[in-house]
């Protein structure tokens, strides 16, 4: 039992945790601690499960009653991690398949960087992916979530940057089924945030709880919730007061953390997140 663990008797707020987090540890030892510290969900990093093989992940999942919250990632259709667009695209077709195997609600989405493309035309190939994607997606049931990240560590990642260019994209689409993937660490620092954040609840699919002490810069470093700059608090209370009710998915790593020992990093990141919603809301926090 988590000994930070404090249970809220209000209404039901889902609280998963990415495996991003305990990246040197297993796909089982990953599942039987996110129980084990009373985590209702889990995201799912899909060289671990592919490892462990994803029939034999599905009933781990359900023997420790865990919901897989997201899927990273799908993406790199510009080439920018050295695959071509084709292979890119069968990659993230797979994933969706193994999304839907193990009953993920989102599979995350990166375009992949510019990689010297003209700007117009690596939004083409990106669209072009999306579009195709979304279909398989929307034929078994699965959810896609655009991720944008911030300039300053997301050049390799993907053109998009920002949330008014994540909406530009979601409705160029043809499919209702691709929405936005919210991590405050990416978006956090914007000043405006608590401004134009109710505004787009109804686009997000799963948001992602990332903290950090200064601006991404490089690879990204984040601390643990709650000890840097990001105004968790507030971004919670506005998007559950705005209609949010999917999961809240803490990623948490970087150099900031990287010494600290993993059974630490879930323990206070349960703690303090059910001690925030405890104090912002009067809703049940598993």
Same mark, same amino acid.
């Given at each position: !039992? ?9 209404? !039901? ?45 599905? *009933? ?6 865990? *919901?897989? +919250? ?9 080439? %920018?991690?050295?695959? %071509? ?25 990166? +375009? ?21 994607? %979304? ?7 699965? %959810?896609?979530?655009?991720?944008? !990240? #911030? ?20 409705? +160029? ?10 991590? $405050?660490? #990416?978006?956090?620092?914007?000043? $405006? ?9 109804? #686009? ?9 002490? #200064? ?22 209370? $506005? ?23 993993? *059974? ?19 809703? *049940?926090?598993?």
């Amino acid at each position: !039992m988590n000994p930070f663990y404090e249970p809220v008797a209000t209404r !039901m707020v889902k609280l998963a945790i990415n495996e991003l987090t305990t990246y040197r540890w297993t796909f089982e030892e990953d599942v039987l601690a996110a129980a084990e510290h009373g985590f209702a969900g889990i995201g799912l990093w899909r060289p671990k499960v592919t490892e462990y093989g994803t029939d034999k992940a599905v *009933e781990l999942l359900a023997e420790h009653n865990l *919901e897989v +919250s997201s899927v990273s990632w799908a993406g790199g259709f510009t080439g %920018s991690d050295g695959r %071509s667009y084709h292979e890119s695209l069968c990659d993230a077709l797979d994933a969706v398949q193994a999304a839907s195997q193990v009953g993920a609600k989102n599979v995350i989405l990166l +375009s992949g960087g510019r990689n010297n493309h003209t700007r117009n035309h690596a939004r083409r190939m990106m669209l072009s992916a999306f579009e195709e994607l %979304s279909e398989a997606a929307d034929a078994v049931g699965v %959810s896609l979530a655009v991720e944008p !990240m #911030h300039p300053g560590c997301g050049a390799d990642w993907t053109i998009v940057n920002d949330v008014r260019q994540t909406l530009e994209v979601i409705g +160029s689409l043809s499919r209702s089924n691709v929405g936005l993937a919210l991590d $405050t660490y #990416h978006l956090g620092f914007d000043p $405006t945030i608590l401004e134009w954040l109710p505004d787009i609840v109804r #686009h997000i699919r799963i948001v992602q709880l990332g903290d950090g002490k #200064h601006l991404p810069l490089g690879e990204q470093n984040r601390c643990l919730l709650g000890e840097g700059r990001v105004p968790l608090r507030e971004i919670i209370a $506005t998007l559950l007061s705005a209609g949010y009710d999917g999961y809240f998915e803490a990623e948490v790593l970087g150099e900031e953390v990287e010494h600290l020992p993993y *059974e630490h990093v879930l323990a206070h990141t349960h703690h303090y997140l059910t001690t925030l919603l405890a104090s912002t809301c009067s809703r *049940e926090v598993k």
